[in-house]
T-cell receptor, first 112, second 108 residues
Framework: NAGVTQTPKFQVLKTGQSMTLQCAQD?????MYWYRQDPGMGLRLIYYSASEGTTDKGEVPNGYNVSRLNKREFSLRLESAAPSQTSVYFCASSEMGHQPQHFGDGTRLSIL | GIQVEQSPPDLILQEGANSTLRCNFSDSVNNLQWFHQNPWGQLINLFYIPSGTKQNGRLSATTVATERYSLLYISSSQTTDSGVYFC??????????FGKGTRLSVIA
């Protein structure tokens, strides 16, 4: 039982390149989330999907797009990467919106 | 939106000591969770506790929703307790908002 799996674990991009971060969960959860973590800022929500077929903006959605591919998978895309998007990205899932969230191990992304 | 404040921001303990971490929030909530981020960066859900008291081994948490705060107690601390502890809250149908965390260092 892997829980929440994120790929890749590390990535270095050049400014202007595009990239998709992948997230999959095997807990049959309905809700999935993408966060970014910057030093001293805690975690900030980028986008979330309350259920399959729906997505909503979080606190910091600019520069990102998401796709809820199916119940298991929720991807995050950077269309034109900027140095300000250098961060650690976490995917999480929960059974419903008001249930415990379970996190993947994160993707460390550097944009030069 | 909801504001979340955690205190203290940093805490250094000798192994075996007890500690209390506090989370204050600015509005009514129906979702409150505590997380531990270990030194390797992994985030572990400790408690889902919108109200009341829960215990899990040496850790316990209490949320007093009417007074808008939650406390996380760590007893007989161990070096493996080191890391950052986050409180996250949500109200209505809004998603979780995270505090900035308390960084705990337990020294042998």
């Amino acid at each position: 039982n892997a829980g929440v799996t994120q790929t890749p674990k590390f990535q270095v991009l050049k400014t202007g390149q595009s990239m998709t971060l992948q997230c999959a969960q095997d807990m049959n959860h309905n809700s999935m989330y993408w966060y970014r973590q910057d030093p001293g800022m805690g975690l900030r929500l980028i986008y979330y999907s309350a259920s399959e077929g729906t997505t909503d903006k979080g606190e910091v959605p600019n520069g990102y797009n998401v796709s809820r591919l199916n119940k298991r998978e929720f991807s995050l895309r950077l269309e034109s990467a900027a140095p300000s998007q250098t961060s650690v990205y976490f995917c999480a899932s929960s059974e419903m919106g008001h249930q415990p969230q379970h996190f993947g191990d994160g993707t460390r992304l550097s944009i030069l | 939106g909801i504001q979340v404040e955690q205190s203290p921001p940093d805490l250094i303990l000798q192994e075996g000591a007890n500690s209390t971490l506090r989370c204050n929030f600015s509005d009514s909530v129906n979702n409150l969770q505590w997380f531990h981020q270990n030194p390797w960066g992994q985030l572990i859900n400790l408690f889902y506790i919108p109200s009341g008291t829960k215990q899990n081994g040496r850790l316990s948490a209490t949320t007093v929703a009417t007074e808008r705060y939650s406390l996380l107690y760590i007893s007989s601390s161990q070096t493996t307790d080191s890391g950052v502890y986050f409180c996250a809250v949500g109200g209505g149908n809004t998603p979780l908002v995270f505090g900035k965390g308390t960084r705990l260092s337990v020294i042998a």
